[in-house]
């Protein structure tokens, strides 16, 4: 095997998961081809890109378009207190839930997180996501950090950078015309959405 592309549906989309192919194999139009794959016949398309300029080229040949741009950011945490944030979530996706679950996330009402020094927010959707989040930096000790990907216009940008979270890595959401480009949830997995 010299390349692998993933995807999964998201409402009435496809979405682009994965796509790698070996150093020694690019520029031959593998990337192409396996990623033309696994989009198939759908007309609807989006993926999160990476910075490669190969994959932005790819995903542009498929109609996926730059849109705008996915920041993870990474803080330390607040320190204060280590209640358990466990309960039923409260909102859909449930096979995405159950996905997150099986590989040893924490699921909250609003949040999916995976524990770790560095603790992964695989999700959040919340009304209310400031406090979701200083439930969750609160639950996170000083010593360790909070990472997590928000979309770059999200008010939560600012919320975060004045809290000491600084941009690690950025994705650029690229997709077809007719998905909606606005994500509707505050922060997100940047492999699945
Ligand atoms: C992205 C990736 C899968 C592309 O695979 P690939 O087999 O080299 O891709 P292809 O040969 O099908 O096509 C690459 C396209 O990018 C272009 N390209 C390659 N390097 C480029 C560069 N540095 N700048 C601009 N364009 C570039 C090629 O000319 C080609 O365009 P064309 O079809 O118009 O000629 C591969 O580079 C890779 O595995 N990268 C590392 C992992 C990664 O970042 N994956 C994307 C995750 S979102």
């Given at each position: 095997m010299v390349g692998v592309a993933g995807s999964v549906r998201v409402g009435g989309a496809v979405m682009v998961t994965d796509l790698f192919v070996a150093a020694e194999y690019r520029g031959r139009g593998l990337g192409g081809r396996v990623a033309a794959a696994v989009v198939n016949e759908a007309s609807r398309r989006c993926t999160f890109s990476s910075s490669d300029p190969a994959a932005l080229r790819v995903y542009a040949s498929l109609g996926m378009l730059p849109r705008w741009q996915l920041l993870t950011m990474r803080g330390p945490g607040a320190g204060l207190g280590s209640e358990s944030l466990v309960a039923e979530w409260a909102h859909g996706r449930l096979d995405l839930v159950a996905h997150f679950a099986s590989i040893g996330a924490e699921v909250g009402a609003h949040h999916i997180a995976l524990r770790g020094?560095?603790?992964?927010?695989l999700r959040l959707e919340s009304d209310a996501p400031h406090d979701v989040l200083a439930m969750l930096l609160s639950s996170v000790p000083m010593t360790d950090q909070l990472e997590l990907s928000v979309c770059e216009h999200d008010e939560l940008v600012a919320w975060l950078l004045a809290r000491g979270f600084e941009v690690v890595d950025v994705d650029t959401f690229c997709a077809t015309d007719g998905v909606d480009v606005s994500v509707g949830v505050p922060c997100v997995h940047r492999g699945l959405l």
């Open positions: 020094s560095v603790v992964q927010l």
